[in-house]
Structures are given as structure tokens and as C-alpha cells.
């Protein structure tokens, strides 16, 4: 089984963050990404206003994944796309996760996890609308992918329901591809989405925005053929008598995100029911040690680069705690020598000025005392005689000896003339 | 007096514009961007557009582009018709221009992605 310090699940711009500065802060990495390429929901945000925090530029969503991608590529972090996560087991010093892809099922170990799965759109299912349930009712973020990444258009005339941001976006994007866009519901007194985009993608395209209104019907057998609107009171009960039917081929939703959550709620990861995230500290570890949560995860941003710098926070510390972990290789000694301590060096720390004490097995004349690194003597120093009784000491510098996992120290005597 | 609600950044800043041409004064913004786009919102309005051009690639049927700079607003919808014209079939990266010039307008209309430079 293949192990690494951190496996990243994730491959949008939170997952790319967090791989990167785990990466950079010593952690050996894994990526992993359902989707075929990296970026995560950036790939179909076409729009510009990404990055102007982070790079002081307006960057189209592809460009602002595409300048991480290619950091991330310069990193050369192992990366798995077309690869789910199905499932984490706790083991006793991390986690053992489960991966399907074309190769078949795999499993691979970290001892630290980054949950950078962004989050998912609310459907039909959670808001309540009455009638059938014929196609062309479908989320913004749906609209999106169609337009944006197949080049389909997913509607000819359509009501927006919702006034968050993707809807927002949809209706100036469907607009200029030629769709009517009868115009905007939104339940609440004032709208969701930011004030700019409420000009800049309805009052310049002239679609109206009807505040205090929502959908309260459907009509259609195939494919949706209208859509009943109703206005509703402050507490968002349609108000009887006050119903108009609208023909429209699509009902696009724009009512909302919830953070993805399905592994951590799988590992009991505990979390917040007002961000229905995690709950985390300040490095963003969550309430079981060694995993993370960063992104739209971990709460819904509306703004990419904070979604980056999350990641950052949660990739940079996951390496920290692995580097807390202790990362130990044995110290063996031949059959010459009666014991020696340490037995054991972690790796994680400083060992330059180790002190190392050890003992002859037997009284040895003209002998020379090596430590052998896979065979090889990488330090080696002469002794008149050795005796069980006396206890040697050496200040050994252990760190320059460019040690891994699976170096094999050990430490013998050799002696030149037994006579 | 004319209200504005300024749309370069997220902060969306409620501007209130006095007076005309050079005696025009600004307030409301956070920053300077406020006052050049209330400037440019009384004079000439601009935009940019972002959207996608067709492609000869199955696997990439679409590719996302904008205009290099922003356009006036009331030549959006012309823009789109000359970028709906174009069928990219040769592998380019972002920034690469698919169209020069659009419509003499000074302004390219260019590649967002570099995703077809990954097709195999
Ligand atoms: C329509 C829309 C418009 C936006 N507009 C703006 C804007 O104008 N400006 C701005 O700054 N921000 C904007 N945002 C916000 C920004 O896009 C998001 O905040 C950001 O993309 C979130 O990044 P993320 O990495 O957390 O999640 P995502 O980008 O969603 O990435 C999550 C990734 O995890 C993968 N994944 C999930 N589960 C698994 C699993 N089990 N196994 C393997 N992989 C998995 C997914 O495939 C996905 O690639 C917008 C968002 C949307 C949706």
C-alpha cells in the first residue's frame, strides 16, 4: 500500500492550495479529483472577478484555476484525476482511503487528510414547488456546466427562481447566448446575490428582478411548458389570489449552496449546523486529529480567494502535524556489540547532535566502530580496545546522512587483527 | 444628481454622481476605480464580455474567451455575433487572440484557457 503524509480530496482551487503548501512545508502529497481536470467549479465560472484580492487582476474563473494548476504541476505533486474517494477508515497512526478508478479499487495510507470537496447546489427536492416533475427544471450551476463546458443551451426562455450569485451570472450568460430571461424570483424582501451583479447581469440586460415572489407551481408533461409565480408574505407564504402562470421551457434554481460533507460525515467529523461544515480550530483541523477541511467545505465563500487561502491554511498545518508525528526508523546493532541506545531516530527532528552510547558484546583489541547506512559506512572511528564494562559515547550528526523511511541504519564493530 | 452602484469589485460601492462633463464630482466610492467608472459610466459606458467559442474538438467542444479590454456597452450583442461566427481548430493557449481587432474596436477577443493545449 502505497502511504503519503497528506492525501488531498479535492481538486478545485482549495485543494490545489492545500496540496501546494503541504507540498511546500515537506509533506509528500497526494491529490485526488473525480473529474477529468483540475479546478474544480472554476472550470465553468467563464465570468470574470476572480483574483482581485490575491493577484489585483479580474481573472476569468479558468485562468485563475489554470496560473494554480500549473503551480501545482511545477510542484510535481502526485495527482490522481477520474478518482473517487469511497471510503476512509481510521487506522491507529492515520487513515487508510479506499479509490476507484479505471485501474480498479485501490488503497492507499496518510497520516493526514485535507477535505477540500467544495460544495453542492440546493435542487428542487429542497425547495417546495407543487405540480409535476417535468425535465428542464434544473440548478444554476447545471445551467452552467451545459453552456459553458458542453457548449449546449439548456434553455430558450426561462425564469430564474433564487437570487444568488449563479443565477445571477446565468441570466446575463444565457441572455447573450440568445435565451430569453423572463426575469428573476426571489422569495426574500432583498436579494441574495451582490449588488453588483444584480447591475451588471440584470439591469443592463433589462431583466426584472421581482423581490417578495416566488414559484409555487410547475406545469408540463416531457418538458416543463410554464411556471405559476405567487407573491409571499414576510414569512414567505405565497399570498392566495395573487398567482400568474409564465410559458418558459426551464426553471433555473438559484436558491443556494451547502458544503459537501459526505466523507467527513462518514468519519464522524463533527459538524456546524449554521455552516453545516465542519467545526474546526485555527489550523482548520477538524474535531478528529490529522483531518482538515478547507474551501467551500468548510463553509460557503463567495469570494475564490479566500477559498485559496483557506487551503493554504489547512495544507500548511496538515504537514506540521505529520511532522509532529513521529516518523521513526530502527537503529540495529550487529551480533559485536551488546546493545547501543537510541534504538530508534525520528526522522521529524533534529538529530545532528545525537548522542549515541553503545557497549561491546565481547573485549575487542584494534577495532574500528562503523555506522553503515544500506550497507555503506558513513561513519566509522578506531578504538585501541572495547570492553562490555565501559560504556562508549559519541556526538553523532544523523541529519546529514540524508536518512529516509526505508534507510536501513545499523552499527557494527569490525576488527583488523583478533591476534 | 444620478445614482450608481459601482461594479469593478465586489464591494459594489452606491456612487452619487453631480454636475457634467469636467465639473463632475464623485462620491460614494471607496477607492479612485469608483470615480473613473462613474466618469466612464457618464461618458461612455463600457463592458467586458466573457463567454465561449466553438471548437473542432469533441473532447473540448467549447472554449472560454473574453475581450482583451472592455467594449462600449451598446456593442456587446455584435461582439457576440462576430464570436459565434468562429469555429477554433488549432490548439491555442490562453491569451492567444482568436479574434484581432474585433470590429475595429482596438480590442482582441482571446483564449481564457489553455485547456486544448492538453488534448491528446
Ligand atoms: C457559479 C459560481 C460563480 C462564482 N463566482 C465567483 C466570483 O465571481 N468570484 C469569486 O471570487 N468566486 C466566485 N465563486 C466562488 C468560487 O468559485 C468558489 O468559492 C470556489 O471554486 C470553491 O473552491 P473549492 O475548491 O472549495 O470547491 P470546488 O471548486 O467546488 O472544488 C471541489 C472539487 O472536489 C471534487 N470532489 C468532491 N468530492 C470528491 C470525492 N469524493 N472524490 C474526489 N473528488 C471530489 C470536485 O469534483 C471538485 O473538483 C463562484 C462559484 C460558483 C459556483
Redesign the pocket.
Known amino acids: 500500500m502505497k502511504s503519503y503524509d497528506v492525501v488531498v480530496?479535492?481538486?478545485?482551487?482549495?485543494?490545489?492550495?492545500a496540496a501546494i503548501s503541504a507540498k511546500q512545508n515537506g509533506a509528500s502529497v497526494l491529490l485526488?479529483?473525480?473529474?477529468a481536470r483540475?479546478?474544480?467549479?472554476?472550470?465553468?465560472?467563464i465570468?470574470?472577478?476572480?483574483?482581485?484580492v490575491r493577484f489585483k487582476e479580474k481573472l476569468s474563473?479558468p485562468e485563475?484555476?489554470e496560473r494554480f494548476t500549473e503551480l501545482f504541476e511545477e510542484e510535481k505533486i502526485d495527482s490522481l484525476t477520474l478518482?473517487?474517494?469511497?471510503r476512509i477508515e481510521k487506522e491507529k497512526d492515520g487513515f487508510r482511503v479506499v479509490l476507484v478508478n479505471r485501474n480498479g479499487v485501490e488503497a492507499v495510507f496518510t497520516k493526514a487528510l485535507v477535505l477540500?470537496?467544495?460544495?453542492r447546489?440546493r435542487t428542487a427536492k429542497q425547495v417546495m414547488i407543487h405540480g409535476t416533475r417535468p425535465s428542464g427544471v434544473f440548478t444554476?450551476?447545471t445551467a452552467?456546466h451545459f453552456t459553458n463546458l458542453l457548449g449546449v443551451m439548456p434553455a430558450k426562455k426561462c425564469v430564474i427562481l433564487g437570487s444568488g450569485?449563479?443565477g445571477l451570472?446565468?441570466a446575463r450568460r444565457l441572455t447573450l447566448e440568445g435565451a430569453e430571461v423572463l426575469g428573476v424570483y426571489e422569495a426574500k424582501s432583498t436579494p441574495s446575490g451582490l449588488t453588483r451583479?444584480i447591475h451588471q447581469c440584470l439591469n443592463d440586460y433589462n431583466i426584472p428582478l421581482h423581490l417578495s415572489h416566488t414559484v409555487t407551481r410547475v406545469f408540463g408533461e416531457d418538458r416543463l411548458t410554464a411556471v405559476e409565480i405567487s407573491r409571499v408574505d414576510e414569512r414567505m407564504t405565497p399570498i392566495e389570489g395573487t398567482e400568474t402562470i409564465i410559458e418558459c421551457d426551464a426553471l433555473i434554481l438559484s436558491v443556494g449552496?451547502i458544503p459537501?460533507n459526505?466523507?467527513a460525515e462518514a468519519l464522524s467529523v463533527k459538524l456546524d449546523p449554521r455552516t453545516k461544515g465542519p467545526a474546526v480550530n485555527g489550523q482548520l483541523m477538524t474535531s478528529i486529529d490529522g483531518i482538515f477541511s478547507?474551501?467551500?467545505?468548510?463553509h460557503?465563500?463567495?469570494?475564490?480567494?479566500?477559498?485559496s487561502e483557506?487551503?493554504e491554511i489547512a495544507g500548511k498545518n496538515a504537514a506540521l502535524y505529520c511532522k509532529a508525528q513521529r516518523k521513526e526508523i530502527d537503529i540495529s546493532i550487529s551480533d559485536k556489540l551488546l546493545y547501543a541506545v537510541p534504538q530508534k531516530l525520528d526522522l521529524n527532528k533534529d538529530n545532528s547532535k545525537t548522542t549515541l552510547y553503545f557497549r561491546s558484546r565481547d573485549v575487542l583489541n584494534g577495532c574500528t566502530f562503523t555506522i553503515k547506512k544500506d550497507g555503506e559506512p558513513v561513519f566509522s572511528k578506531k578504538y585501541a580496545f572495547l570492553r562490555p564494562p565501559e560504556m562508549e559515547n559519541l556526538l553523532i550528526d544523523f541529519s546529514s546522512m540524508s536518512l529516509n523511511e526505508n534507510s536501513k541504519i545499523e552499527l557494527d564493530i569490525e576488527v583488523k587483527n583478533n591476534a | 444628481m444620478r445614482e450608481l452602484v459601482c461594479i469593478v469589485c465586489?464591494r459594489g460601492c452606491s456612487l452619487t454622481i453631480e454636475g457634467e462633463g469636467e465639473g463632475i464630482s464623485v462620491s460614494g466610492n471607496f477607492c479612485k476605480k469608483g470615480k473613473d467608472f462613474a466618469v466612464s459610466e457618464m461618458t461612455e459606458p463600457k463592458r467586458t464580455i466573457c463567454t465561449t467559442v466553438k471548437t473542432a474538438y469533441p473532447q473540448c467542444p467549447v472554449l472560454p474567451v473574453k475581450v482583451s479590454a472592455d467594449i462600449p456597452k451598446d456593442k456587446i450583442f455584435e461582439v457576440m455575433a462576430e464570436i459565434n461566427k468562429i469555429t477554433v481548430n488549432k490548439k491555442i493557449a490562453r491569451g492567444d487572440a482568436v479574434i484581432e481587432n474585433v470590429l475595429g474596436l482596438n480590442v482582441d477577443v482571446i483564449a481564457t484557457s489553455s485547456m486544448l493545449l492538453k488534448l491528446d
Open positions: 480530496i479535492g481538486g478545485g482551487p482549495a485543494g490545489l492550495a485526488v479529483e473525480r473529474e483540475l479546478g474544480g467549479i472554476l472550470k465553468q465560472c465570468h470574470d472577478g476572480f483574483g482581485l474563473g485563475y484555476a478518482t473517487f474517494v469511497t477540500a470537496t467544495g460544495c447546489e444554476a450551476g452552467q450569485d449563479i451570472i446565468m451583479n449552496l459537501e459526505e466523507l478547507c474551501g467551500n467545505a468548510l460557503v465563500n463567495d469570494l475564490v480567494d479566500y477559498v483557506s487551503g | 465586489p
